[in-house]
């Protein structure tokens, strides 16, 4: 079935010149474990920085190399950033861990975002387990979890190995799912993982050929993120999948046709636990940054109009364009699956799938019925 050669599955996408430690994490576990797996590293130990301490480190120490090993003093657990009722969020519930990514899509909204340039890795667990321990206690609540909203879930995991204490947690928890979301194959902590994974979701973000080519800087190909895919679907885990941000540009309809048809050479409908859909948008702050970081792409040069929530987006008949064909084209392989829209608006829904949900907490409990534990809660 594989028509491309197995890509290493324990190979990091980012592997640090530099590690910056904020003084307090030295002795954390986390910290030694991590440590322990670099080789020709150098460490530097640092204050907690604070102010423009950032913008002085980031002269001394190159972001693009420098991995930042630091404590969390906040809440870990967060609702997603999408939950305004003008267009259907899901309800997700964001674990923060940490920050950044080197993978380098031109598209990614941290760009404008974060005031922290390094790639940043959060390292007491335990007090987010804390955290996860106090909330989870809620009786009747069921909770869709993930940590790929402000990083990539899996691209250094081979060097942190977060995924095993992240399963050790969620594997035996009642009224939670945790979902992983990549665009690596950085899987070997999961595929070679003892325990039990309880229904833990790996993702992949997937999108046209040439975006992943042009756009997606040193993500993983089409094929080697189904090839990862069907490796832990073939290990128990349920698999998701997100094409967001969907783009518009001259031959898309052959390309995404391309990426569906791929899909199902490495899996069956009934592997996948749902898959999600969302247009190219970003706030207007973030457009001269995507430009400067990212010259050679012509992402953001296409008509756009003002969405309710601030966001630049596609006109809604390029949308509705965009989701018809995408809709229809995975349902010609796989009527059964759970297709779902991420930050888009009533017409749309009804346009598209001919029903929508009343509002976010109808959308959300959709997404649980898609999970075994939510009816045993």
């Known amino acids: 079935m594989n028509s491309v050669p197995e890509p290493d599955y324990r190979r990091s996408v980012f592997y640090p010149a530099t590690v910056l430690i904020e003084e307090e994490t030295a002795d954390y576990p986390l910290t030694r474990s991590i440590l322990s797996r670099l080789k020709n590293t150098r460490v530097v130990s640092v204050k907690r920085p604070a102010g423009d301490d950032f913008s002085r480190l980031s002269q001394l120490y190159s972001p693009r190399t420098t991995l930042f090993l630091a404590l969390h003093r906040g809440r870990f657990l967060k609702a997603c950033p999408g939950t305004a009722e003008s ?4 309800l997700y519930q964001i674990l923060h861990l940490g920050l ?3 993978i380098g899509c031109s598209y990614c909204v941290l760009q404008g975002y ?7 890795q959060f390292v007491n667990l335990n007090d987010a387990f804390a955290e996860l321990d106090y909330e989870l206690a809620k009786p009747g609540v069921f909770y869709r979890i993930g940590t790929g909203e402000f990083t990539d879930s899996l691209f250094m995991d081979p060097l942190t190995a977060l995924a095993p204490h992240l399963l050790d947690y969620f594997g035996r928890c009642k009224n939670a799912i945790l979902e992983l979301k990549t665009k690596s194959v950085a899987i070997s902590g999961l595929i070679d993982y003892p325990g039990e994974i309880g229904e833990t979701v790996v993702s992949w973000s997937l999108n046209a050929p040439s975006v992943t080519e042009r756009e997606e800087g040193l993500a993983a190909s089409i094929e080697e993120r189904l090839q990862a895919a069907a490796l832990c679907r073939e290990r128990g885990y349920r698999i998701g999948l997100h094409f967001d941000p969907l783009l518009f540009f001259p031959g898309w309809e052959d390309e995404y046709r391309q990426t569906v048809a791929a899909i199902f050479k490495y899996l069956k409908g009934s592997d996948i636990i749902w898959i999600s859909i969302g247009a190219f948008r970003f706030m207007p702050q973030v457009k001269d940054v995507l430009r400067e970081n990212h010259f050679e792409s012509n992402i953001t040069a296409g008509e756009f109009i003002r969405g309710l929530d601030g966001k630049q987006r596609y006109f809604s008949a390029i949308r509705r364009q965009l989701y018809h064909f995408l809709v229809t084209e995975i349902k010609s392989y796989a009527p059964e699956v759970f297709i779902y829209f991420c930050m888009e608006d009533q017409c749309l829904w009804q346009d598209t799938f ?8 109808e959308l959300g409990s959709w997404l649980d019925k898609c999970c075994y534990r939510f009816a045993k809660i």
Do not use: E, M, S, V
């Not at 001919?354 to 907490?361: M, Q, T």
């Open 100 to 102: 950044g990514c080197n």
């Open 354 to 361: 001919g029903y929508a949900p009343a509002d976010n907490l």
């Open 114 to 120: 974060l005031n922290n340039p390094f790639i940043t």
């Open 87 to 90: 267009y259907r969020c899901c």
